[in-house]
């Protein structure tokens, strides 16, 4: 292989390692970088390496911006028209109260049991108002073995968002409900920290795991890790930029 030879040669000389680390690393360089697997062009590689990037900056900081700071309806903006954006719990007790009233309202089969409860909101409106519906709209709930799903979507949501006269109000009704959360005051008090992703690329669609660490201040101002946990998302090129259409957010627990 010329890389071997050109490296022997240049161990044999006067220069030594410092040569030969040299040539070896150009020449390797050089034949990665001309070499694609089979039935993969570079342009397709490099296609590749652009989805990723985008899509880093999409579920990495766009996404833990909006969400520290409270913006529902910058946080809609980064999915579908007819994306979905779920929350799974193992515990009642440990979902923000506005969601916790609505499973104990709804008498669920096995409640003071171990069960599986997550709250789906589907589309991208909806998804904006996902606070004021949660105050105002009872969701249509789903059962399904173990797991408890309470679904707000487009037809359930309607006659709530039509009593909200103005976006001032239903932004008003979301300030109401995140004051009454300890780690939702403001944009100060909490922080998404999303690392170690795992994406997969095919070419218009995507899978995606990473993990979330949000830490947050409690009522003395102290820092705290307040939950962590991971998201799983489903990704769409949609135009020339990339949304989520499936991210279901999951938490760990003590045992």
Partial sequence: MPALAAYHRAVSGPLRLPLAVAILSLTLFSYSATAAPAGQSVEKRLQVLEDRAEIEELILGAYSHVIDTSDVTALSELFTEDGEY???????????PPLRSIFA???????????????TFRGRKTIANFMFLVANTRPAFVFQDDAAVAIFDAAAAADALAGAATAEKRSNGVKAQLAGQPDARSSASMKHLVTNPRITVNGDLANSTSYWTE????????????????????????GKSWRIRQRTIHNYYEH
């Fill in 86 to 96: 779920s929350s799974e719990w193992e515990d009642i007790s440990s979902m923000p």
């Fill in 105 to 119: 309202e709804a008498k669920i089969p096995k409640l003071g049991e171990k069960y599986h409860f997550k709250v």
């Fill in 215 to 238: 830490i947050s201040t409690d009522p003395t101002g102290k820092t705290i890790l307040a939950g962590g946990g991971y998201y799983t998302d489903v990704l769409e090129r949609t």
